[in-house]
């Protein structure tokens, strides 16, 4: 197995963002990264536009735009990241529906124990495999994580039930199932978000050519 390579963040971006976890407390902060690959070069602050910011972000469009002008100067939005005011760093089922970009690591700034901030980082990827979602639903133990969404963990450590045999050659472990229903309990979307975590280095400083 190919060893996973780390993320890059000079420990001012690092401070950057544990600070604006801080002052958002006990409601979630979140913001862009510039940077380039996974050299990350600047946290952008953005704002937390979800209805229930407690539990739940949503980085609002204007910031999410300025990864076009980061483009036009060479860099990319390299990540995204949130804070979990009281919980662990890992991301939850419903980062894992939110999670709309591929391409960018998802930084997570727990700040479970204040005077102790932990940052992880993930690439959080949809796997678009149609599933007998009402099957799934029947025989998995999905929880509803918020009013109308429903989510299942499967663990790297746990054998996959046999329902899920099929996804063993495409998706790997961990990984989320998620569906939302509408008022009726009708599923209306699924999808599954696998989670790869990258260890991170932390820098003085980073030296781009």
């Known amino acids: 197995m190919c ?6 963040i000079p420990a001012a971006v690092l401070e950057a963002i544990v600070a604006h976890a801080r002052e958002g407390k006990p409601e979630e902060v979140c913001g862009i990264v510039r940077g380039r690959a996974l050299t990350a070069i600047e946290a952008v602050r953005g704002r937390n536009i979800a209805s229930e910011r407690i539990e739940n972000y949503e980085v609002d469009p204007e ?13 990319e939005m390299m990540a995204i990241y949130h804070s979990h005011p009281v919980s662990v760093a890992y991301p939850s089922a419903t980062d894992a529906w939110n999670a709309h970009y591929p391409e960018s690591i998802y930084l997570i700034c727990s700040l479970e124990f204040d ?25 998995l133990p999905f929880r509803e994580v918020r009013p109308n969404l429903f989510a299942y963990y499967q663990a790297a450590e746990t054998p996959l039930p046999p329902l899920l045999a099929p996804l063993a050659d495409n998706v790997p472990t961990p990984f989320y199932i998620d569906f939302y229903t509408d008022a009726r309990g009708a599923i ?22």
């Open 188 to 209: 209306v979307d699924s999808r599954i978000v696998s989670l790869v975590e990258h260890p991170i280095h932390i820098v003085e400083r980073v030296e781009l050519p």
């Open 3 to 8: 060893a996973i390579e780390a993320v890059t």
């Open 63 to 75: 910031t999410l735009l300025l990864q076009f002008a980061f483009e036009d100067q060479g860099d």
């Open 115 to 139: 005077d102790a901030p932990v940052m992880r980082a993930f690439r959080m990827t949809p796997h678009w495999i149609e599933l007998e979602m009402g099957r799934l639903r029947r025989e």
